[in-house]
């Protein structure tokens, strides 16, 4: 039989498709096959890993196309075994969806990043991985051990970033082969969330923390004191809230402080509040108002004070306080006074009615009604 001789001239033609250039006939019932109308030769037409393949099958005759076809095809299938990207590459597209990923605040993002950092750190060998080498026996082996060594929070962020990463290598190399593999960290269960014993400072000892933060700080001893009370007794978050607090944002009338946020990214949940100003807040605000030529700009001078607070604390002999532990001040002294839990979410900017300052400070309501209750006579 000669090769440029058609054998199946019907068959050939049937379910015949041309390309819009008019250039190439494909055929619908048999995938993978054309045909170059110029020479009336066939091709084989494959994709693999979303790259096309053509090649020549080398013949004009239809039943000897189909046969070629057939070990083309088996060819390039068996040669189609990727291996699956190593965890480092997951993490690189990790950080490309984390940086465009336009509904996280920076600060979210940032924490992300703090928490992959850690997992570098915590398990070292993981990133030269490929992600069918990671197995769910070492995820939970890496895990029972990180969780002993930090915090409830920090630990369930650090293995949901784990899972996001593995996630998003996986689906990467699924869309690239169309191998699906299964998520090695999928059975790591978040841990429990400890209820923080709140050590705070009794209304004394804080008089004499902030004055030895002033006297004992240096130069910047004032500044330090004044961050320490106006974060005491404003209850605002350290970061977002507090150092973004303007002159232009105390309403006098009122006796307000309007709660802005971040310039770009506003307070935690998004809303402008505002927060009575007590008396304690009031002196300070005086104070700091006649050091100020025109009322204009930041409040505060420092944007942190960490190392001198744990300085203090330790001087004195009392728990390790952070900037946070004045907004826990904050809300322990409001509900000590008789302020009702919904009013004081509402001063810190909760979102919930009161069920996570409940949740927080719920017994400090209780130990007060049974002191209040003790001095009710008959």
């Known amino acids: 039989m000669n090769d440029n001789t058609e054998t199946e001239p019907n068959q050939r033609k049937r379910d015949e498709c041309l390309s819009p250039d008019g250039k190439w006939r494909s055929f619908p019932k048999v995938p993978n096959l054309l045909q170059y109308v110029s020479n009336a030769k066939y091709y084989g037409r494959i994709k693999v890993g979303g790259k096309?393949?053509?090649?020549?099958?080398?013949?004009?005759?239809?039943?000897?196309?189909?046969?070629?076809?057939?070990?083309?095809?088996?060819?390039?299938?068996?040669?189609?075994?990727?291996?699956?990207?190593?965890?480092?590459?997951a993490v690189e597209l990790f950080k490309q969806d984390l940086a465009s990923n336009s509904a996280l605040k920076p600060q979210s993002k940032q924490y992300r990043l703090w928490c992959l950092?850690?997992?570098?750190?915590?398990?070292?060998?993981?990133?030269?991985?490929?992600?069918?080498?990671?197995?769910?026996?070492?995820?939970?082996?890496?895990?029972?051990?990180?969780?002993?060594?930090?915090a409830c929070h920090y630990y369930n962020n650090v293995i949901g970033t784990l899972k996001q990463i593995l996630q998003t290598g996986l689906k990467a190399h699924k869309e690239k082969t169309g191998e699906k593999l299964e998520n090695?960290?999928?059975?790591?269960?978040?841990?429990?969330?400890?209820?923080?014993?709140?050590?705070?400072?009794?209304p004394e000892q804080f008089r004499e923390l902030v004055a030895k933060l002033r006297k004992d700080s240096g130069g910047w001893g004032p500044r330090i004191g004044d961050l320490v009370e106006f974060l005491a007794?404003?209850?605002?978050?350290?970061?977002?809230?507090?150092?973004?607090v303007a002159w232009?944002?105390?309403?006098?009338?009122?006796?307000?402080?309007?709660?802005?946020?971040?310039?770009?990214?506003?307070?935690k949940n998004s809303d402008i509040r505002r927060v009575p100003i007590i008396s304690n807040m009031e002196d300070l605000l005086e104070r700091l108002r006649?050091?100020?030529?025109?009322?204009?700009?930041?409040?505060?001078k420092i944007s942190r004070c960490n190392e001198?607070?744990?300085?203090?604390?330790?001087?004195?002999?009392?728990?390790?306080?952070?900037?946070?532990?004045?907004?826990?001040?904050?809300?322990?002294?409001?509900?000590?006074?008789?302020?009702d839990i919904p009013t004081v979410a509402k001063w810190m900017g909760h979102k919930d009615g009161g069920v996570l300052a409940l949740k927080t400070y719920g017994h400090l309501r209780n130990e007060h009604s049974q002191s209040m209750a003790a001095k009710v006579k008959f």
């Open 248 to 267: 232009e944002d105390i309403d006098w009338q009122r006796k307000e402080i309007i709660v802005r946020g971040h310039p770009e990214t506003g307070t």
């Open 117 to 150: 950092l850690k997992l570098e750190k915590s398990w070292t060998d993981l990133f030269n991985l490929r992600l069918n080498e990671i197995t769910d026996v070492a995820c939970k082996e890496w895990a029972a051990k990180l969780q002993k060594e930090i």
């Open 233 to 244: 007794y404003g209850g605002m978050r350290i970061a977002s809230e507090a150092v973004w």
């Open 308 to 339: 001198a607070l744990n300085r203090v604390c330790n001087e004195m002999g009392i728990n390790r306080l952070t900037h946070h532990d004045m907004r826990h001040l904050f809300a322990t002294r409001c509900i000590e006074s008789g302020v």
């Open 290 to 300: 006649k050091q100020e030529k025109e009322e204009k700009g930041p409040i505060l």
């Open 184 to 202: 090695p960290a999928a059975e790591l269960k978040r841990t429990k969330i400890k209820q923080k014993e709140l050590q705070l400072p009794e």
């Open 52 to 89: 096309m393949i053509r090649e020549s099958l080398n013949t004009k005759v239809w039943s000897k196309a189909k046969l070629r076809l057939h070990d083309f095809v088996k060819k390039h299938q068996e040669g189609r075994r990727f291996e699956a990207p190593r965890f480092k590459e």
